[in-house]
């Protein structure tokens, strides 16, 4: 089974100022790592995912995640984040092989972009 | 840019009604999957379906639920007498191959009244 934490259930920062959205995961198999965003009313947006190959990628909006084995962490990261990055974001695992593999996801952070 | 649409995408129904939720995942898609989010919650795996059956059910998938795919572009999810406790925001997922990335509709919000 996997599981994922993400210990920060809210993160305030300030407009254009870096930010980092904290993610660990646990499995004893191979996995493939998301991150999520849900946008107020909304349904979940892919941001971006790490299947294999670099450990640094890159999404949208600016958005990119480092995959870290040792740590089993997927941190996602901002250099400067705008109003419109107000949202709640998921962090998200899935076995790497099989099919048909669920996606485990974590509780979430609320980042609120402060003007 | 293909992507999985769902309606209603609001729904509100009295205890103890059938409702089915419906889906149209991305047309050349194999694999689809139902998820819930409980207000306030995280977003949980409910079913998986591919090759016309059941290929993995959570805990809270009980015989209350059923997932159809009637035709070869709809994906249902019904259940038959609905509880306070189902009232959630409910995802279709879709995906194409087992190493590419499911892919979310926008969500039906149910309330059970």
């Known amino acids: 089974a996997q599981s994922v934490t993400q210990l920060d259930s809210q993160v305030p920062v300030f407009e254009e100022a870096p930010v980092e959205l904290r993610c660990n995961y646990s499995?004893?198999?191979?996995?493939?790592l998301f991150w999520y965003v849900q946008y107020p009313n909304q349904g979940l947006q892919l941001l971006l995912k790490y299947l294999s190959g670099s450990t640094l990628v890159k999404g949208i909006n600016g958005f990119e995640a480092e995959f870290n084995k040792s740590q089993t962490s997927f941190h996602l990261r901002k250099p400067s984040v705008h109003i419109s990055d107000t949202a709640e974001y998921f962090c998200?695992?899935?076995?790497?092989?099989?099919?048909?593999?669920?996606?485990?996801f974590g509780t979430g952070t609320k980042l609120q972009v402060i003007p | 840019e293909p992507e999985v649409t769902q309606t209603p995408s609001h729904q509100v129904t009295q205890m103890g009604q059938e409702v089915i939720l419906r889906c149209v995942p991305i047309?050349?898609?194999?694999?689809f999957y139902w998820y819930r989010q409980i207000l306030g919650q995280k977003v949980e795996f409910l079913v998986s379906?591919?090759?016309?059956?059941?290929?993995?059910k959570s805990e809270i998938f009980d015989d209350q639920f059923s997932v159809e795919r009637p035709d070869g572009s709809n994906f249902t999810l019904k259940i038959r007498s609905t509880k306070l406790e189902d009232s959630a925001m409910y995802f279709c997922?879709?995906?194409?191959?087992?190493?590419?990335?499911?892919?979310f509709g926008p969500g039906t919000r149910l309330l059970v009244l």
């Open positions: 499995s004893s198999v191979s996995v493939y």
């Open positions: 379906f591919y090759n016309n059956e059941i290929s993995e």
């Open positions: 998200a695992v899935r076995r790497n092989s099989g099919g048909y593999q669920k996606v485990t």
């Open positions: 997922a879709s995906q194409s191959v087992p190493q590419e990335t499911q892919y």
């Open positions: 047309s050349n898609h194999l694999y």
